[in-house]
């Protein structure tokens, strides 16, 4: 059984977080962009996912004017269909309803079945297609939205 703990991302996580996207984005972003949404607490919350101590995974978001955005998510090469996601969100929703968040947004490649049916299990439903959204691929995002009733009395 797997021994998956979640908790806030910080500086030292960098080197993981960016071979996670050298490894499994398309379009990296650069290792500025990342310690920039590291740093940039009051409207991110960057999480990791660590298995014995190692970080194995992480989720980014956004918090919004009308909910949060779904900045990035993924896991280390090697590492997908354990459960690593699913850990990550889950974690991410627990602290999502704490704040009173009822709406959940993001864009994924349109070609990206396994984050798509992550999403859709989450409730993320379609709501458009964003055009040649990814310069590197010139490919189009999904715009998925998830609306789900606040749990604050
Ligand atoms: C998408 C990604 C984050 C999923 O992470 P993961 O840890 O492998 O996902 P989990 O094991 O927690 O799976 C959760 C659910 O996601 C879906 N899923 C994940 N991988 C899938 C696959 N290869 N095919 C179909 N569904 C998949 C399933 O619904 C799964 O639930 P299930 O196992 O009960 O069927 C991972 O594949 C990844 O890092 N991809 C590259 C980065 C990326 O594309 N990020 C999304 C950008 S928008």
Same mark, same amino acid.
């Given at each position: 059984m797997s021994e998956f703990e979640v908790r806030l991302a910080e500086r030292r996580d960098l080197e993981v977080l960016?071979? *996670?996207e050298r490894t499994q984005f398309p379009e990296p972003w650069t290792q500025g962009m990342m310690l920039d949404e590291l740093n940039r607490t009051d409207t991110r919350r960057y999480?990791?996912?660590t298995e014995s101590g190692v970080v194995v995974g992480y989720l980014g978001v956004m918090f919004t004017d009308d909910g949060m955005h779904i900045n990035s998510i993924g896991v280390v090469t090697g590492h997908e %269909? %354990?459960?690593i996601a699913r850990t990550l969100m889950d974690e991410c929703w627990t602290d999502l309803a704490q704040r009173g968040i009822? %709406? =959940?947004a993001l864009e994924v490649a349109v070609s990206n079945a396994p984050a798509i !049916? /992550?999403?859709y299990s989450y409730?993320? =439903?379609p709501v458009g *297609? %964003?055009?040649n959204y990814y310069q590197a691929t010139k490919e189009? !995002? /999904?715009v998925l939205v998830a609306e789900f009733p606040s749990t604050l009395a």
């Open positions: 960016m071979e *996670i999480t990791v996912c %269909r %354990r459960g009822t %709406r =959940a !049916a /992550l999403y409730g993320f =439903a *297609i %964003r055009k189009d !995002a /999904l």
